[in-house]
C-alpha cells in the first residue's frame, strides 16, 4: 500500500462534499499537471491511502484520510466543452488526463495545519513543506504518514512547539 496526500479547495471540493456523495466516494477529477496525472494513472491503487487536504484557505491543512477505491481511468471532464476542466487535445480514443475514485474513511479529530507540519523536524524533507511544491497530488512516505497521525490528538500550539 502507498500514501498518498491530495489537494483540492473546499469551497470547490472539500471534505464535507465527499462526505455527502452516494457512498461517501467521487471521482477525483480536474486534475491538470503532468506529474500529478501520472502518480493517479501509473501509482494509484485500489486500497491506496490518501491525506485529504484543504488548500487555498486560511488555514490550509490535512483534514481527513481517503481511500482510492477505484484505479487510474479516462478523466471524463476533459471531453466535456461545457466543463471548466476540458481539455480539447484530450480524447476518448487517446485520454490526456487521468482521474481514480475516492472514498472517505475518516475527518481527522482536527485539521493539521501546514505551520504545524513545517515545524516538525521529522516532516522536513516531506514534498508538501518544500519550498515551489504546488502539486495538488503527492506520495507521502510511511514515516511521515505515521507522524502526521500521531499529530492528530496533539493540541495544535502543542503539535507547533515538539
Known amino acids: 500500500m502507498r500514501y498518498w496526500l491530495m489537494k483540492s479547495e473546499p469551497d470547490v471540493f472539500g471534505i464535507d462534499h465527499l462526505a455527502e456523495r452516494p457512498g461517501q466516494t467521487e471521482p477525483w477529477d480536474g486534475v491538470r499537471n503532468y506529474q500529478a496525472r501520472n502518480m493517479m494513472r501509473d501509482q494509484?491503487?485500489?486500497?491506496?491511502?490518501?491525506?485529504?487536504?484543504h488548500s487555498n484557505t486560511k488555514p490550509p491543512g490535512i483534514v481527513g484520510v481517503v481511500e482510492i477505491s477505484r484505479a487510474g481511468y479516462p478523466d471524463h471532464t476533459a471531453f466535456d466543452p461545457e466543463d471548466p476542466h476540458y481539455d480539447p487535445k484530450s480524447h476518448p480514443d487517446n485520454p490526456r488526463w487521468f482521474m481514480v475514485d475516492v472514498t472517505l474513511k475518516r475527518r481527522l479529530n482536527r485539521k493539521i495545519t501546514l505551520d504545524e507540519l513545517k515545524a516538525r523536524p521529522e516532516l522536513a524533507d516531506m514534498r508538501l513543506v518544500q519550498k515551489?511544491?504546488?502539486?495538488?497530488?503527492?506520495?507521502?512516505?510511511?514515516?511521515?504518514?505515521?507522524?502526521?497521525?500521531?499529530?492528530?490528538?496533539?493540541?495544535a500550539a502543542e503539535a507547533e512547539r515538539r
Do not use: T
Open 44 to 53: 494509484m491503487q485500489v486500497g491506496d491511502q490518501a491525506f485529504f487536504y
Open 132 to 155: 515551489g511544491n504546488r502539486l495538488s497530488v503527492m506520495p507521502v512516505e510511511a514515516d511521515e504518514w505515521e507522524a502526521i497521525l500521531a499529530l492528530e490528538d496533539v493540541p
